[in-house]
């Protein structure tokens, strides 16, 4: 699996994220992208974590491969293009600290692959 970070410059430097217990996985945290960006970065992306670039439906087009989108807050992803491609969307708790996001975030990812629901949107 591949596992994008979007807009990571969103988050304080003090927040990491933990590993996944995936035994094999890729990982990028990429800056704040234009679309054509993201297009070009994230198409062999299985999972991303955005936590304020929205997903809007031409830009999933170019992500053929995304199965997981985990949203920080409501909105970031037109739920109906999602849904119609089987993309699984995932919200966090609101309210949760930066730490506590990517800690929720990586939990959502080990509970998707191992085939459980959490969070779940759609």
């Known amino acids: 699996m591949n596992i ?7 988050l304080p430097e003090s927040a990491q994220f933990p590993m996944p217990k995936a035994a094999k996985y890729g990982w990028q945290e990429l ?22 670039t929205a997903l809007p439906t031409e830009l999933l087009d170019k992500l053929p491969m995304l199965k997981l ?3 920080a ?17 995932s919200r966090s708790p609101d309210g949760l600290s930066s730490s506590h996001f990517c800690q929720e975030a990586v939990d959502i990812i080990d509970d ?10 759609i």
Do not use: Y
């Not at 994008?4 to 969103?10: A, E, G, H, P, Q």
């Not at 909105?75 to 999602?82: C, K, T, V």
């Not at 998707?112 to 949107?121: A, I, N, T």
């Open 4 to 10: 994008t970070v979007l807009d990571n410059s969103r």
């Open 69 to 71: 989108v985990i949203e």
């Open 31 to 52: 800056p704040q992208l234009t679309p054509a960006q993201l297009g070009e970065n994230c198409w062999r992306t299985h999972i991303i974590i955005t936590l304020g």
């Open 112 to 121: 998707f692959m191992d085939g459980k629901r959490r969070h779940r949107v």
């Open 73 to 89: 807050k409501d909105g970031l992803i037109d739920l109906e293009a999602a849904l119609a491609r089987g993309i699984a969307v």
